[in-house]
């Protein structure tokens, strides 16, 4: 079946630093989703995208939606330590927009 | 607009017992999406409602159900339950799940469900 391939699993970086994670899959998506989640509470939509080479900004947040449309980027500039949290990506599975499958997460954990 | 809101948010139930959650899509939103999440397996899709009638369902045993209501609320059961079944429930709503830019899904809190 499909599957979400997120990279790196975790991340422990410096306040300021730049981040950068990245989501592949073997199939093809028309929509890209990037989700932020804190402990013990549901995922946060950050971003979306839909066609592919799209660019798009959410504040510090960055991602762009390939152009092979097989993956998908998230960078955080300057990272502050809210940032931490698992960050998901998300695409709507065999095309289904009501079914999404995940990526296994990306742990930012951000040292002050 | 008020978001996504789940009922209970925390649930400890027994082995064999069956429990019932429940799920209020933000308004104007049509389909309700539920989703297991684990440590192990990560967030796994349940079912999908939409206008009253299960679209889309998950690799999951029978014993899991749910329903939704003429008001898009939606509840998710599980009968005979098992310590696997110790997860965080997750409900998600989207204005009607089929255009593009208007299908995004937005989560709620979600339920936790101990299983002892």
């Known amino acids: 079946g499909q599957q979400l391939n997120q990279s790196p699993q975790s991340m422990f970086i410096q306040e300021g630093e730049d981040v950068s994670m990245n989501c592949t899959s073997s199939?093809?998506?028309?929509?890209w989703l990037w989700y932020k989640q804190d402990p013990g509470e549901g995922p946060v939509l950050l971003i979306a995208l839909y066609k592919a080479g799209e660019l798009t900004s959410n504040g510090r947040l960055t991602a762009q939606f390939g152009i092979t449309r097989k993956d998908s980027f998230l960078n955080i500039s300057a990272s502050i330590p809210s940032d931490v949290g698992i960050y998901f990506c998300?695409?709507?599975?065999?095309?289904?927009?009501?079914?999404?499958?995940f990526g296994q997460g990306t742990t930012l954990q951000v040292k002050p | 607009k008020a978001g996504v809101t789940q009922t209970p948010r925390y649930l400890i139930k027994t082995r064999g017992q069956q429990v019932t959650l429940s799920c209020s899509p933000i308004s104007g939103h049509r389909s309700v999406s539920w989703y297991q999440q684990t440590p192990g397996q990560g967030l796994q899709f349940l079912f999908e409602y939409f206008s009253e009638t299960q679209r889309n369902k998950g690799n999951f045993p029978g014993r899991f159900s749910g329903r939704q209501f003429s008001n898009s609320r939606s509840e998710m059961n599980v009968s005979t339950l098992e310590l696997g079944d110790s997860a965080l429930y997750l409900c998600a709503s989207s204005l009607h799940s089929i255009t593009p830019g208007t299908d995004t899904q937005y989560f709620g809190p979600g339920t936790r469900l101990t299983v002892l």
């Open positions: 998300a695409g709507p599975s065999d095309g289904n927009t009501g079914k999404l499958i």
């Open positions: 199939s093809i998506f028309n929509t």
